[in-house]
């Protein structure tokens, strides 16, 4: 149970980051444009992270690794974003993540 709360709140924590920077980049960018809504889709194998409607990022549930996508639930493993422990290494804003310096 500890680790299933564990993972609840990493993914929180990554929906709240990715929400903060995307959103706050793409205001200065686009001031007209909404914020994009970030949702957590949870899978048996995968969990889905959505930015408005569009897949994003997805977590292999056994490992906490991050992945981009190739296609709608498709894992791209060329494009790997660290792990859920390190994603403060991270800089959630662009259109994919890069590691911070």
């Given at each position: 149970?500890?680790?299933?709360?564990?993972?609840?709140e990493?993914?929180?924590t990554?929906?709240?980051?990715?929400?903060?920077?995307?959103?706050?980049?793409?205001?200065?960018?686009?001031?007209?444009?909404?914020?994009?809504?970030?949702?957590?889709?949870?899978?048996?194998?995968?969990?889905?992270?959505?930015?408005?409607?569009?897949?994003?990022?997805?977590?292999?549930v056994?490992?906490?690794?991050i992945?981009?996508?190739?296609?709608?639930?498709?894992?791209?493993?060329?494009?790997?974003?660290?792990?859920?422990?390190?994603?403060?290494?991270?800089?959630?804003?662009?259109?994919?993540?890069f590691?911070?310096?």
């Amino acid at each position: 149970m500890e680790t299933t709360l564990n993972m609840i709140e990493k993914l929180e924590t990554l929906r709240s980051l990715i929400d903060k920077e995307y959103n706050e980049r793409m205001s200065r960018q686009y001031p007209s444009l909404k914020p994009e809504i970030i949702t957590i889709k949870p899978g048996n194998k995968y969990i889905k992270i959505d930015v408005g409607s569009s897949g994003k990022y997805m977590i292999e549930v056994s490992t906490g690794n991050i992945y981009g996508i190739k296609a709608y639930g498709v894992i791209h493993r060329g494009y790997k974003f660290g792990n859920l422990d390190t994603i403060n290494d991270w800089n959630w804003s662009g259109y994919r993540a890069f590691k911070k310096n």
